[in-house]
Structure formats: structure tokens, C-alpha cells
């Protein structure tokens, strides 16, 4: 079941109720056997709830669906439109891209090599610095302001989430990270004023005076439950997290009121660094990224982790 409220607040019920009605027509129409091939991911942004499985069936779905098992169309609607969460901002602007149609490339655009001169004068003009490397490594010494997202599958997704499309983006990379991937990632999620790269990265910059900035890194053992703060998806803090915490959504953390030493918790680490670089990067003095998941955090206490919202 895909998400009904992509295409305006004005459409998500009737949506829901055509998707209910089409619903019922294949479970009506189709045998237990027939496969259902997603053409989104389970668990994705676009699935609504999110699942884990990648294929199906019809008689599967009928069996384990709870969707499906409403007992009418209302109830369908309420199940379907609880269930959704937020979802990356880029969304709402590549329907109209893709209708004007993109730009049109004749091969891989380079990213081009900007010394730390250029890179203080961009910044200066208001572009942004995205530093994909391991956050474990963007922790230990960044450019100030800069924004931490590590390059693999979810770069794009936090990148066109968290960028402003129509400001310049300065890359900081490692040499063994693809500066191609880089690129197309962004380009895919209409991120396309790409300035360049910061040639020789942090120790380039470093070595001809340009300043450092740095964010402690804690593990999960030690987290303080009245300093963390789970950027999670609604729906994944609601499925386990440390008592006490409080959840402030990753693209949404720089509106939450935080107020004091403040610890950012994921799954693994890299998102709760994005959040950590967004906070500091907008005045918040004591904050530190958490290396570990809730659960790591309850196996190294021997106690539950807290469910629900």
C-alpha cells in the first residue's frame, strides 16, 4: 500500500479511498498465488505502513495485510492516513521537475577542484558544505557550519532532504570515496548547484590555518537518558527507545526547543551525526553524537527499551 499524500494535503483521502477500492478489486480478482512485485521499497518513504519484505503474494498479503483486514472503507482511510510519517521535502518539488524535465547531461558532470580560499568565499556567499566522509572521522575535525552526511545508500535521501537546492554545495570527501556516486546522488534528488570539491579535504584546509571544529563522540553504554535526543522516525521511537529520551526528527531538530548538553541517538550513529552537525552549526554549544542504537544501549544495561509514542 503506497502513501496517499504526495500529491497535496487537498488529494490524501480521495486517494485513500481510490487505493482502497483498487485494493479490493486485486484481492477480489486475482488468485492467492499471484505475485506482488512493489514498485517501491518495503519500508521505504513511499509504503504505507512500512514492511520488510520485498516481494509477496495476494494470499499473503490477505493473511498479514492489516490494511486489508479493515472492515470497511472508513476505517481503511483512518488505519491508512495514521500510519504516515514524515517524509523528505524533496518529494513535494521533483514532481515538477520531472514534469518540466531535467537537465539534460551528455556524461558525468565533474565535481571541480576548489581550494580553501574559494571554499571560505563560497561559504561566505551562502553555500553550503556537505562533508561525506565517515561521521567517526567528521567528529574528530570539520569544517565550521558544515553538515554531516556520509556518503552510501541515504546520501541522497538526507541530502535532498537537508540542502536548500538553490544554494551552491561545497563537497568534503575522503580520496577513496567516489566523487561519481557523489554526483549522481545528488543530481537524482535535483540537488544540481554543485560548486565543487575542497581539494586535499580537512588536511588542505587545515594545513594553510583554516579552523577545525570537532563533536565528542559517546557510546551507547554511556548515554545520559535525560540528554538524548532520538531523531528517529516517529515510528521507529514508538517501535523501542531509551526511557527518558525525548524524539525530535532528524529534519525537524533545529525546531525542537533543546535546551543544555544534548546527546543525538540513531540506529548506527551516521544519521544521529547529521543531526548533531545541524545543531551545531546553528549555535547549540554542548552537543555530541551517540555511536550506537538504543539497543545497544539496553544490552549493555540489562534493561527494556521504552515503546510507544
Not at 547549540?284 to 553524537?289: A, E, K, M, R
Request: charge should be negative; proline fraction near 7%.
Amino acid at each position: 500500500a503506497a502513501r496517499t499524500d504526495l500529491a497535496g494535503a487537498e488529494n490524501t483521502e480521495a486517494l485513500a479511498r481510490a487505493q482502497y477500492r483498487s485494493l479490493h478489486r486485486l484481492v477480489d480478482e486475482l488468485d492467492d498465488t499471484a505475485a506482488v512485485l512493489p514498485t517501491h521499497g518495503a519500508g521505504s518513504f513511499c509504503s504505507a505502513p512500512p514492511g520488510v519484505a520485498r516481494t509477496t503474494t495476494i494470499g499473503e498479503q490477505k493473511a498479514t495485510n492489516p490494511l486489508l483486514a479493515a472492515p470497511d472503507e472508513d476505517t481503511f482511510v483512518r488505519m491508512l492516513l495514521g500510519s504516515l510519517g514524515s517524509y523528505p521535502s524533496y518529494f513535494g518539488r521533483l514532481g515538477e521537475l520531472n514534469r518540466r524535465g531535467p537537465a539534460v547531461l551528455a556524461g558525468t558532470p565533474a565535481l571541480a577542484p576548489l581550494s580553501a580560499e574559494q571554499v571560505t568565499r563560497l561559504q561566505q556567499s551562502g553555500a553550503q558544505v556537505i562533508d561525506a566522509r565517515p561521521f567517526t572521522e567528521f567528529a574528530a575535525g570539520h569544517l565550521p557550519g558544515a553538515l554531516s552526511i556520509e556518503l552510501r545508500d541515504a546520501f541522497s535521501t538526507w541530502l535532498g532532504w537537508l540542502v536548500d537546492p538553490t544554494r551552491p554545495v561545497v563537497i568534503v570527501r575522503n580520496p577513496d570515496q567516489d566523487p561519481d556516486e557523489i554526483v549522481w546522488q545528488a543530481l537524482k534528488v535535483g540537488v544540481e548547484q554543485l560548486a565543487g570539491e575542497l581539494t586535499g579535504g580537512v588536511a588542505t584546509w587545515q594545513a594553510v590555518g583554516g579552523t577545525v571544529r570537532s563533536l565528542p563522540l559517546v557510546d551507547a553504554a554511556h548515554a545520559d537518558p535525560s540528554r538524548v535526543v532520538d531523531i528517529r522516525q516517529k515510528g521507529e521511537f514508538a517501535a523501542g527507545h531509551i526511557p527518558g529520551a525525548r524524539n525530535a526528527e532528524l529534519a525537524a531538530v533545529t525546531n525542537a526547543e533543546l535546551t543544555g548538553p544534548v546527546q543525538t541517538i540513531c540506529g548506527h550513529g551516521e544519521r544521529a551525526a547529521t543531526a548533531a552537525s545541524l545543531l551545531a552549526a546553528n549555535g547549540h554549544q554542548d552537543v555530541s553524537i551517540i555511536t550506537g542504537s538504543p539497543g545497544d544501549w539496553s544490552a549493555a544495561h540489562d534493561a527494556p527499551l521504552e515503546v510507544g509514542p
